[in-house]
């Protein structure tokens, strides 16, 4: 929806306007040059003046309504009335208008390729914007929480088809180029933001809205995931020009994704649908197949920094987060030993960090010094660690 100011090789001094568009509206546009026709728009059913509370102006909104049957939308058309269809799609030149949108212009219009036909307002926009309205949304993400009214994503890669309204739902079908197609249905008044003959790639949204985590993490794998997590982040404190890496917050999603789900044990000493840390699955799974047995097939796990931090392998570490006495209690029921692996269970007990030049594997090095040749063999280090 930008409108460029430019032309291509023009020259521009610094300061030069570039492009304008609207950050708080979704635009629709005519992809062809033709003569509005209004379909399924009737006064007070469908559509309404709607005086706007910023500019006091005028305009024609698209109202919800319970007839299944109207589907608010724009068709062009030539001058003889004959329905213009897409080249690149092979489709009508067809604009669905979701319920809150903003018609503007007039039935029987001639408009050109590119020109706005409609707008529909960002909810988001008029939020605050500032640190503390965005932290909530930082919790919501860490918390791995399922937003209330996320976004439906797309499984499969394919080809859009709207299929006929139900009383309630909207019917979007995806069929992919091999296999059976894939059916979503999308409550009546959101807007669907995928047109008829549309190409789809798995993990695109087809309705507006937070996608939920875990249903990228099993549409799209935990690259793709990680990836997600980090930018909204990022974004949230973006506003308000704090810079942050992006290894600080990578460590925190790798925390969150440290756990599988078992869906077959085969010849491993796992159950079904049990939560294992990566580590120990891999483990039992070279021990398994050391023995010419069948290893376990898992997939990845997403977890709230809370429950992560609580189911940690380590009950020292788990204690000193929340909910102390149930672990704590918990730990000496099962007769659990800690070994001691990680940073907080080490400072906790007042031992040498594993890390940097406390790692475990430095510890049997040997030093050179410079006067003499001689080899000394660094055990200090070591009998500290131990003891």
Do not use: C
């Not at 024609?60 to 049957?69: A, G, H, L, R």
């Not at 399922?146 to 909207?170: C, R, T, W, Y």
């Amino acid at each position: 929806g930008a409108r460029l100011l430019v032309r291509d090789g023009d020259s521009v001094q610094p300061g030069d306007k570039l492009s304008l568009w609207d950050p708080y509206s979704e635009t629709f546009l005519a992809e062809v040059d033709g003569v509005v026709s209004y379909q399924d728009l009737e006064e007070n059913i469908t559509i309404s003046e709607k005086i706007d509370e910023d500019t006091g102006l005028s305009q024609k909104m698209v109202i919800e309504t319970k007839d299944s049957n109207l589907r608010p939308r724009i068709l062009l058309h030539d001058e003889k009335g004959r329905t213009i269809t897409v080249a690149h799609t092979g489709q009508p030149a067809e604009i669905r208008l979701p319920a809150k949108s903003y018609v503007l212009v007039e039935n029987g219009k001639r408009v050109q390729q590119g020109e706005i036909i409609a707008k529909l307002p960002i909810e988001t926009a008029k939020k605050t914007k500032d640190i503390t309205g965005g932290l909530p949304r930082v919790v919501e993400l860490f918390e791995a929480r399922k937003p209330k009214e996320h976004a439906i994503i797309s499984e499969i890669d394919g080809v859009v088809s709207l299929g006929p309204d139900l009383k309630n739902k909207q019917r979007v079908v995806i069929t992919p180029p091999k296999g059976e197609p894939r059916e979503y249905s999308i409550p009546k008044m959101k807007h669907v933001k995928v047109r008829e003959g549309e190409f789809v790639h798995s993990g695109d949204a087809l309705m507006e809205g937070p996608p939920n985590p875990h249903d990228i993490l099993k549409v799209s794998g935990i690259e793709k995931l990680a990836q997600y997590l980090t930018e909204e982040v990022q974004q949230v404190y973006r506003v308000q020009g704090v810079s942050i890496n992006d290894k600080h917050i990578e460590m925190i999603v790798r925390q969150m994704l440290r756990k599988v789900r078992v869906l077959e044990p085969n010849d491993t000493n796992f159950l079904i649908d049990e939560a294992v840390d990566k580590t120990i699955f891999e483990v039992e799974n070279r021990r398994v197949m050391a023995e010419g047995k069948v290893p376990a097939t898992a997939e990845p796990l997403l977890l709230g920094i809370t429950k992560a931090s609580l189911s940690t392998e380590s009950f020292l570490s788990a204690s000193s987060f929340q909910e102390t006495t149930r672990v704590l209690t918990e730990a000496s029921i099962w007769g659990r030993v800690d070994h001691l692996k990680g940073l907080k269970e080490n400072v906790i007990i007042g031992r040498l960090l594993p890390a940097g030049t406390g790692f475990r594997a430095y510890h049997k090095l040997t030093a050179v010094t410079e006067e003499s040749s001689e080899i000394e063999t660094v055990d200090e280090r070591d009998d500290f660690a131990e003891g």
